[in-house]
């Protein structure tokens, strides 16, 4: 049985930092996409940075980049997202995924992910 457990959020003022971790387990850790997902109060879940485990290779949404750092620890099955320069915008609940690569990528379509975590708290005040 696949679990993804996160770990890592909390509120903090504009221009703040956080790190997300994501502990996966029941999965071949190395074959799978990793991504941080993010579903806005109101809004749909939407793909903030992507992971491929066995290339190395990442990919974030525009709205992130040169703020927010997807890595792993490998040898402990751990994701983590470094979020730093925090907006009120970044509010959200951010949730971890594993997947398939879709056509060798990591694609940023959410209902492509077989596997979720339970999603965590991220709130940025003004």
């Known amino acids: 049985q696949v679990q993804l457990l996160e770990s890592g959020g909390g509120s903090v003022q504009a221009g703040g930092s956080l790190r997300l971790s994501c502990a996966a387990s029941?999965?071949?850790?190395?074959?799978?996409?990793m991504g941080w997902f993010r579903q806005p109060p109101g809004k749909g879940r939407e793909a903030v940075a992507l992971l491929d485990t066995s290339g190395g290779g990442t990919n974030y949404a525009d709205s992130v980049k040169d703020r927010f750092t997807i890595s792993q620890d490998a040898a402990k099955n751990t994701v983590y997202l470094q979020m730093n320069s925090l907006k009120p915008e970044d509010t959200a609940i951010y949730y971890c995924?594993?997947?398939?690569?879709?056509?060798?990528?990591?694609?940023?379509?959410?209902?492509?992910?077989?596997?979720w975590g339970q999603g965590t708290q991220v709130t940025v005040s003004p």
């Open positions: 995924a594993a997947g398939r690569p879709l056509a060798s990528t990591c694609t940023v379509i959410v209902g492509w992910y077989e596997h």
């Open positions: 029941g999965l071949t850790y190395g074959s799978n996409c």
